[in-house]
């Protein structure tokens, strides 16, 4: 062992100690008589000290250290004179009495510190040095303990951690597979699987009861800022449960892991229906830690001669409290944001209740100060408020109204990260039209189960037809989604051909599933937690990529390593592959 | 939830109470009057018992059941008039009130026993009906236990599991790689990890100090019976440390899985240098269960006028105890065992020491008595043993006498599954010559580092320097292994050179590594255990197939889900990829 303790253990009970550490030097001051080094690991720093007392041997070699060398100090620890009090071993230092260079070090492309100054680029291709901030490395340790913590809770509620293969069969359903050749099945190929789904349903199905996986995913999609192509998830399932089981089960997780890492005591996890959150929030996964919930004025907003109005399908908006003082010019960034392309609205109304009780909008030539009033209480709107209205086609009009909400609540500083509000999705819809394909697309997955009293529908009315489907969100945040499952081979057969498949291929590619089926399968339900983003949240970061090691870039290129990357001829021969041109 | 207890859960102490179970039928046997099911779960059996106070309805689909139905029942626990003994629940009975049929089963293609009929190939099929079978399920349980507690202890000693990327870059030295294709990045691709060896080294240049993880590692060899394409290390590395660190701390772990996981203590891993253990065992894993020790003759059995011994590199042999007896046939049948392509020897001395202290060998007419009892002496025979002695080329007359020693602890029964003798083999060579490619080729891996006094051997004579390398061999299996890691790019750059690599293909490949060590490396060094490998060994297996879930076959393949299979022709063309005939 290179050292006798690290550099984050020694404390004023240690003076006197002939100690050994090991680090890198983050600091070094040099005072005339004396110089100062902080010496850096992952547990902390600790001030080592050299004075006029110090060797020769030392002075020498200490003059040819720099920033970022790893070093091996011998000494005593000292009382410090001039104690600091934001490090915990800030009340010691170590006079040093041998010094070894392990490492030199060159100048690092940017600064080692919380604050760099490295860009983005930069910092992933020197990742190795990234990771040696502070912040970056607090991070990754907030990632294992929360692995960690979820294992040990899932343990003791009885779910095995069951590992499933990686190299598995590609199914056209869903997202694009990454596919690997397979050199000794020539002109054949494995698939990376999605998620573990088909492997877990089988496990309940061979009586495991419950299942859990910390486990990579992947899939290759054109990337966005918080997606990866490999990515964690905690994938569980469980057997001869209903729906209200599951919510119970990750209920329970979700408040362990806030009690346990974040000290923070989780009680209410609501549930709204989904067509109820679109309607209030403009969204599947609203952010509840702020009201400012939409309201529908197209009962009343009609009929006035205000053409953009009196054709759309649908008028709602949100109430902004105390905006009622917006300027002209912060009402027109509005309404220029809600037309970006991103949210693609035609324009944005506004009603001003001012504080003398009078009213003033941009519609005020079509609607009387009565008018508006009775737009002002369906919105339980106080003097000082403004009202803030679009309209059109009714879905997107809600997501355009769901947008707004949320930048609203931004620029009021609503949302808060370290308030944490949870809560589930429940009965989504288990089919959704899909116009480029002509046909039904499952909304969750293909075996997810049609709530019983819906299956009627599924001849009649298939988008009526809702899923015993749930979301988790924390903070606008989708969590986790899960369903329960499908457990009888006809029920799954009639869903694969209300999802387009022919009989043959739903036997081609999931026949093993309905085949298992026929063998006794129990009641299952599941869920799977995208770990990433759960990291993230708890970290208080926006981005998945911080909470990864090792993350790829929107590319989805390793730009340290230089991946992906060519491979040899001999590789490609030998799997019977060749390069062509693409098709476009 | 379908139940409000599991079928392992009721006792006498609950008799009286009313319940629901649910599970699937294990066996019905009907007795006039009254019947009986066996249900069973994950947890266990539990009697279900109908009697003639048992209504219509419920006899009418207790008629209807048959195996492995999943069926709910509902009753009162009572206690049995005939014990059962040998299950936990069997003291009490279900006298069942209620009773539903949640699926239906057919008849499976072979029985879920213990002792199933079921072929390798069936029960790979329809591996959900084999992961029924209680040894199997009880073997996942075990993983599932061992990798937690694996976890929890290398926690409690400050690692941090971090996951490293499965989508990485290809890398000609080693094994095959597994190559993936990447779709928006044409004509280059990913390759998955034959271990994060690179990741592991970038983390403690990152400063992680301490890493682990339970990870999948790839390899596309033409397969064994014990080789998987896809199989799961438990992978670590540790910084500031030295060889004995290492060996320290993972004695630890291993002592605590024995304690935890099997109720023995083992205290003893001794020490044995990589030639010692080819010299004594004829093997760098050797089973030290028994001893059976190798001995050279070389000096001694030369010179007596057989060409066969005069002409050799090496002689050398092995005393089976008391084995003086074995007949003319038993003897015949080694010679053929040891002649078998798989060994390859050409032949097979042997010298009967009997037990009224004469001699009887196939060589007699070169060796006196006198002859042969200094043999004895070197084994320190005595009488009634056998001695076996082979010649040749001494590498692989050793190795034929490693494997014509665990033969003949096999046949004695000197291998005992429930005895675990773990041992550490240390100081390997760190290259080995590659006769094909007519370059040294690293031992362990190119990162491994000489012992520091070896180094000056680099240039004069490379096969001779060893390094610091280690593996833990228990019972004769390697469980483990790893390396002292070169931390200064110049030693770094040499090795590749020593490798055959040019600067520039070097640099091409590890040039991110080598950039890496020139900010700060720490002296670092690991270890990687085979997963499966572990499991297999504490289950008393012999393959690792039986403790993986979904395991594939000899070809690679799953049987049960039809993998590697065919991918459609616009998978192909968005890669850009065709399938051309292979090259042989």
New interface residues.
């Given amino acids: 062992?290179?050292?006798t303790h690290?550099c984050g253990e020694l404390r004023i009970e240690d003076v006197g100690q002939e100690v050994t550490l090991?680090g890198?030097v983050q600091r070094i001051r040099d005072l005339g008589g004396m110089s100062f080094i902080d010496l850096?690991?992952?547990?902390g720093i600790t001030q080592i000290v050299a004075n006029e007392g110090t060797s020769e041997k030392v002075v020498t070699t200490l003059s040819k250290i720099g920033r970022?060398?790893?070093i091996q100090v011998n000494g005593v620890v000292k009382e410090r004179s001039s104690k600091n009090k934001n490090i915990p071993t800030g009340e010691i230092e170590i006079e040093i009495k041998g010094l070894t260079i392990?490492?030199?070090?060159?100048l690092?492309p940017f600064t080692i510190k919380d604050d760099t100054d490295g860009g983005d680029e930069l910092r992933m291709k020197?990742?190795?040095?990234?990771?040696?901030r502070k912040v970056v490395?607090e991070n990754?340790?907030l990632?294992?303990k929360m692995?960690?913590t979820t294992?040990?809770y899932l343990?003791s509620q009885e779910f095995?951690?069951?590992?499933?293969?990686?190299?598995?069969?590609?199914t056209?359903e869903g997202a694009?597979?990454?596919?690997?050749?397979?050199?000794?099945?020539?002109?054949?190929?494995?698939?990376?699987p999605q998620s573990p789904q088909?492997?877990k349903q089988?496990?309940m199905?061979?009586?495991?009861?419950r299942y859990y996986q910390i486990v990579?995913c992947?899939r290759?999609e054109?990337?966005r800022a918080d997606r990866q192509?490999?990515f964690?998830q905690i994938d569980c399932e469980m057997s001869?449960?209903?729906q209200e089981?599951i919510l119970d089960t990750f209920e329970g997780l979700t408040k362990h892991l806030f009690k346990e890492i974040k000290g923070i005591e989780v009680t209410e996890f609501p549930r709204i229906p989904y067509s109820e959150a679109i309607e209030k929030y403009g969204s599947d996964k609203p952010d509840t830690r702020f009201d400012m919930l939409i309201h529908e004025l197209t009962g009343i907003a009609k009929g006035n001669g205000f053409v953009v109005f009196d054709s759309a399908d649908y008028i709602g908006g949100i109430c902004a409290q105390g905006c009622a003082g917006y300027s002209r010019k912060q009402l027109d960034q509005l309404a220029n944001w809600v037309k970006r392309p991103q949210i693609g609205a035609k324009g944005l109304i506004y009603v001003k209740y001012n504080t003398d009780g009078s009213f003033k909008s941009s519609v005020d030539k079509f609607y009387s100060q009565d008018d508006l009033k009775k737009w002002a209480e369906k919105f339980n709107a106080r003097p000082g408020d403004l009202l803030l209205v679009m309209s059109g086609n009714d879905s997107h009009t809600l997501k355009a109204l769901g947008e707004l909400r949320l930048k609203m609540g931004g620029q009021l500083n609503l949302r808060n990260n370290n308030e944490f509000k949870p809560l589930w999705v429940i009965d989504f819809p288990l089919l959704e039209w899909d116009k480029e394909s002509g046909r039904y697309h499952a909304m969750h997955h293909p075996f997810t189960s049609p709530k019983p009293e819906d299956i009627p529908l599924l001849d009649s009315a298939p988008e009526k037809v809702r899923a015993n489907a749930y979301d988790l969100v924390i903070n606008g945040v989708e969590i986790g989604g899960g369903s329960v499952r499908i457990?009888?081979s006809a029920l799954q057969a009639k869903m694969f051909g209300k999802l387009g498949f022919t009989t043959e291929q739903a036997q081609a590619q999931f026949g093993?599933l309905m085949n298992?089926?026929?063998?006794?399968?129990?009641?299952h339900a599941g869920i799977a937690f995208g770990f990433d983003r759960l990291v993230s949240l708890f970290a208080g970061l926006d981005s998945i990529r911080d909470v990864?090691?090792?993350p790829?870039n929107n590319?989805?290129?390793?730009v340290?390593?230089?991946?992906?990357?060519?491979?040899?001829k001999e590789?490609l021969?030998?799997?019977?592959?060749?390069?062509?041109?693409?098709?476009d």
């Fill in positions: 062992m290179y050292r690290t090991s890198w850096r690991d992952r547990y970022e060398f790893v392990l490492s030199k070090a060159s690092p020197y990742r190795y040095l990234d990771l040696r490395q990754l340790i990632r294992a692995a960690h294992r040990s343990n095995i951690e069951t590992e499933t293969p990686v190299l598995i069969n590609s056209p694009r597979d990454f596919i690997v050749p397979s050199r000794i099945n020539p002109g054949k190929f494995y698939a990376l088909v492997f089988l496990l199905i061979a009586g495991f009861d990579k992947f290759d054109d990337l192509p490999e964690t001869f449960v209903e089981d457990f009888d093993f298992a089926f026929k063998y006794g399968a129990p009641p990864i090691a090792f790829k590319a989805g290129r390793d340290m390593i230089d991946s992906p990357s060519e491979v040899t590789q021969d030998e799997l019977g592959l060749r390069i062509i041109q693409k098709e």
